[in-house]
């Protein structure tokens, strides 16, 4: 068990999913085909040159994990070498180096160490935030890879993704647009998947809905994702989830896959036709930001597709929700190994 530490003076269990300035984040460059030693910096801004392929190419990637202090009052950071292996994935196909592995866990540890004060007490509900991104810096007009790159980590406080929290939601099946296309970036957390969804996401929000849901960009047919969560659905004792190319794979939805084969579930990742969801008896969106979300019906063209009370989440998605969440702050034990401690001095 570690000692208290000071705590800023935030309203915790009032925090928005925004940001909350900090006192350090840390700064790597690349040059010359090394990388750089990681700098601490309190600087809020960047300098960039004006003609960086991350600002006209999309040359960019990033990643989004929790961290949370436990029961016992440790610093943990959940399964942060999954984000690291998702990141090498995205700057793989976007031509960006590699980033070693112990770069990018010695940077959110050094960020989390200097920022412990704001990390949210057990039991507020709410974790710090800590987003990683890596970006094509040196000057190039012509279309092609940078010379030359930054890797930033920052982190910040924040409540839940959803102001409700664990409470259900409403979607929509957007198809006059699309987050990704087929062969191209969907299975990549990279920026330009997310520009392409903005679009969809305020069409479902003026129509009332929170969130969107996507169909496959090929045939329309089948199951994609919502706008920033995996699609997962309960049916009898049968967890599923779509699997496309063009899907992100979520480290939420990876771990709950796990959590449910423990609790004695059966598992299936495999295509999942539109047709099939007005079967399911649950539906949920998964991710780091909203961790589960459950989605209380589902509109499609003139259909609605209704999962729960709009006031009461499913039993299922409750109990995962439930599990994942008491493992992250050390109130479940974590059979897994998925926590990452940060010992701070």
């Not at 299975?187 to 969107?212: I, M, Q, S, T, W």
């Not at 939805?253 to 299936?268: F, H, P, Q, R, Y």
């Not at 539109?274 to 509109?299: K, L, N, R, Y």
């Not at 599990?323 to 974590?334: A, R």
Request: glycine share 8%; charged share 25%.
């Amino acid at each position: 068990m570690q000692t208290e530490r000071t705590k800023s003076d935030l309203d915790w269990k009032n925090l928005p999913f925004g940001y909350t300035k900090t006192d350090y984040n840390i700064r790597y460059y690349y040059q010359d085909g090394k990388w750089s030693a990681g700098e601490l910096s309190s600087e809020e801004t960047i300098p960039i040159h004006i003609a960086a392929p991350g600002l006209h190419y999309g040359q960019q990637a990033f990643e989004g994990l929790k961290v949370f202090e436990t029961v016992d009052k440790r610093i943990v950071a959940f399964r942060p070498e999954e984000n690291a292996r998702r990141m090498k994935v995205s700057c793989e196909r976007i031509c960006i180096p590699e980033l070693p592995m112990g770069l990018f866990m010695e940077a959110v540890e050094k960020v989390v160490a200097t920022n412990t004060k704001y990390i949210p007490p057990y039991g507020t509900g709410a974790s710090l935030y800590v987003r990683p991104v890596i970006y094509g810096a040196g000057a190039r007009v012509g279309l092609g890879p940078a010379s030359e790159y930054v890797f930033i980590v920052f982190a910040t406080p924040v409540g839940p993704y959803y102001k409700g929290g664990f409470k259900p939601v409403k979607a929509l099946v957007v198809e006059q647009f699309d987050r990704a296309a087929p062969n191209g970036v969907g299975d990549c957390k990279v920026g330009g998947n997310y520009a392409a969804g903005l679009r969809g996401d305020e069409y479902a929000k003026k129509l009332g809905f929170p969130v969107p849901l996507y169909l496959d960009p090929k045939e329309k047919k089948y199951v994609d994702e919502f706008g920033t969560s995996n699609f997962i659905a309960i049916k009898g004792n049968t967890y599923l989830t779509p699997e496309s190319s063009s899907i992100l794979p979520s480290i939420t939805n990876k771990s709950l896959m796990d959590i449910a084969v423990l609790l004695g579930m059966d598992v299936e990742k495999r295509p999942i036709a539109i047709d099939e969801v007005e079967h399911f008896d649950e539906v949920g969106a998964v991710g780091t930001a909203a961790v589960v979300s459950p989605v209380c019906s589902i509109h499609y063209r003139d259909k609605i597709f209704t999962f729960c009370d709009p006031d009461k989440a499913g039993p299922v998605l409750t109990r995962l929700y439930e599990y994942l969440t008491k493992l992250q702050t050390g109130e479940i034990k974590d059979t897994f190994g998925w926590l990452h401690e940060i010992v701070v001095k």
